[in-house]
């Protein structure tokens, strides 16, 4: 079992920045993929950025390329999402997420690839 928490979530403007965190417990953190997914209401949640286990390999949503950059801290056990030039449809619950991979180097993009889930972080970007 991994046990995640969210953290970091809060109001901004458009343009402006936020730093989201997920501190994981349990299971060695150097064995999962990690991953950061976001839910407006009314829509389904949807994939926003995912990192390999080495760290060396991401993936970003098309949305949020270029604007949002995922790191891993595997000393402090900890994930990160660096939001910059947020937009007003940026606004959403923030969930990181995590899975068991054998391959260092897999990402993954799917909601129902993560068996791991944090309690999420509000996100509002107003304009």
């Known amino acids: 079992q991994v046990q995640l928490v969210d953290s970091g979530g809060g109001l901004a403007q458009a343009g402006g920045s936020l730093r989201l965190s997920c501190a994981a417990s349990?299971?060695?953190?150097?064995?999962?993929?990690m991953g950061w997914f976001r839910q407006a209401p009314g829509k389904e949640r949807e994939f926003v950025a995912a990192i390999s286990r080495s760290g060396d390999v991401t993936d970003y949503a098309d949305s949020v390329k270029g604007r949002f950059t995922i790191s891993r801290d595997s000393a402090k056990n900890t994930a990160q999402l660096q939001m910059n030039s947020l937009k007003p449809e940026d606004t959403a619950v923030y969930y990181c997420a995590a899975a068991f991979t054998v391959a260092v180097t897999q990402t993954i993009t799917e909601v129902g690839g993560y068996r791991f889930w944090g309690q999420g972080t509000q996100v509002t970007v107003s304009s």
């Open positions: 349990g299971r060695p953190f150097s064995r999962y993929v």
